[in-house]
């Protein structure tokens, strides 16, 4: 029972708290940004939810697929627990492996873009 619990914890549990952060209003960002009449480049930052499409029509499709990983690891760990397998541990494990990869493929995007930004800004001054 125990071993039972703590797989329903870790594969059922944690993917749903997930998908309440990226279904809430929140749970992505699509950066744009436009040139005012001073030609000052500045950023606009909208939130929205990773189901959104406008994010697939943008190009970022990783919270979106993220999402869909996120539901497919609570529906593939519900029918195992529920058929008492545990046979379907290494998929659960390949699908979280790859929702994670996906999740942090924005920041890494912001991150290099930030640090472009950064470098721009020290040489500027």
């Given at each position: 029972?125990?071993?039972?619990?703590?797989?329903?914890?870790?594969?059922?549990?944690?993917?749903?708290?997930?998908?309440?952060?990226?279904?809430?209003?929140?749970?992505a960002v699509?950066?744009?940004?436009?040139?005012?009449?001073?030609?000052?480049?500045?950023?606009?930052?909208?939130?929205?939810?990773?189901?959104?499409?406008?994010?697939?029509?943008?190009g970022s499709?990783?919270p979106f697929?993220?999402?869909?990983?996120?539901?497919?690891?609570?529906?593939?760990?519900?029918?195992?627990?529920?058929?008492?397998?545990?046979?379907?541990?290494?998929?659960?494990?390949?699908?979280?492996?790859?929702?994670?990869?996906?999740?942090?493929?924005?920041?890494?995007?912001?991150?290099?873009?930030?640090?472009?930004?950064?470098?721009?800004?020290?040489?500027?001054?």
């Open positions: 029972m125990a071993k039972k619990f703590r797989t329903a914890l870790k594969y059922i549990l944690f993917p749903v708290i997930a998908l309440i952060l990226e279904v809430s209003p929140y749970g699509i950066v744009s940004g436009n040139l005012n009449e001073s030609s000052l480049f500045y950023r606009i930052h909208t939130y929205c939810s990773s189901f959104n499409i406008t994010l697939l029509g943008l499709y990783a697929v993220t999402t869909i990983l996120t539901i497919s690891i609570i529906i593939t760990a519900i029918t195992s627990i529920i058929r008492e397998k545990l046979n379907a541990r290494k998929a659960l494990e390949i699908m979280t492996g790859l929702a994670i990869i996906l999740s942090l493929i924005p920041a890494a995007f912001f991150a290099y873009s930030m640090v472009n930004a950064l470098a721009h800004y020290h040489t500027d001054s």
